[in-house]
């Protein structure tokens, strides 16, 4: 079955960098689109950035434009989010998504707290 297991999380201080890692099982990881998306407290979940299956193609929210990079190995089924200029805003718990077969599927999120 898909399984996505998102890692990297921690407390980092603002202005400093988490590079998160998504590791995917289950489906043709090369095949398909991956996302992350963020969920603060009392907020609901928001898309932060997307990278097609191939070309390299990206898209990101606008909070993140220009401190956040999505890439993957489709040689390791991994998605990574790499996060510099960390702000208190970016708190938040950080999910790995595809899309398989017209479903969403969700790893278990991890944790990014940014604070001094």
């Known amino acids: 079955q898909v399984q996505l297991v998102e890692s990297g999380g921690g407390l980092v201080q603002p202005g400093g960098s988490l590079r998160l890692s998504c590791a995917a099982s289950g489906f043709t990881f090369s095949s398909h689109a991956m996302s992350w998306y963020r969920q603060a407290p009392g907020k609901e979940r928001e898309l932060v950035a997307i990278?097609?299956?191939?070309?390299?193609?990206?898209n990101y929210a606008d909070s993140v434009k220009g401190r956040f990079t999505i890439s993957r190995d489709n040689a390791k089924n991994t998605v990574y989010l790499q996060m510099n200029s960390l702000k208190p805003e970016d708190t938040a718990v950080y999910y790995c998504n595809a899309m398989y077969r017209s479903k969403s599927y969700w790893g278990q999120g991890t944790q990014v707290t940014v604070s001094s």
């Open positions: 990278i097609a299956s191939v070309g390299g193609i990206t």
